[in-house]
C-alpha cells in the first residue's frame, strides 16, 4: 500500500508529524480532521504536544494499513 504525500509507512501504520504555529492552529486542525474521522467512522490514533499533532492510521480491525486509511491520509492533507 502506497504512503501518501507527507505519510511514511511503518509496521504500526501511516505516520505523519504535522507542525503549526501555536497551539490553538494544532488544536483547530486536530478538530477537522476529528470531523473527517467521524465522517469516515475511521479513527485515528494521535497526539497534541503543544505546536505538534502526532498521526498513526491503521485499521486495526485488519491489523495493516488499508485504502480506509490512505483515503483519510489524503483527506487531512487536502486539509493543511
Given at each position: 500500500?502506497?504512503?501518501?504525500?507527507?505519510?511514511?509507512?511503518?509496521?504500526?501504520?501511516?505516520f505523519r508529524k504535522f507542525e503549526f504555529a501555536d497551539f490553538a492552529q494544532a488544536f483547530a486542525?486536530?478538530?477537522?480532521?476529528?470531523?473527517?474521522?467521524?465522517?469516515?467512522?475511521?479513527?485515528?490514533?494521535w497526539s497534541n504536544s503543544w505546536n505538534v499533532v502526532r498521526i498513526s492510521l491503521?485499521?486495526?480491525?485488519?491489523?495493516?494499513?488499508?485504502i480506509r486509511d490512505t483515503?483519510?491520509?489524503e483527506k487531512i492533507n487536502a486539509l493543511v
Open positions: 500500500m502506497f504512503a501518501p504525500d507527507g505519510w511514511v509507512s511503518t509496521p504500526q501504520g501511516l486542525f486536530m478538530t477537522r480532521v476529528a470531523e473527517l474521522a467521524e465522517q469516515a467512522q475511521h479513527h485515528p490514533d491503521i485499521s486495526h480491525d485488519v491489523g495493516e494499513i488499508t483515503s483519510l491520509a
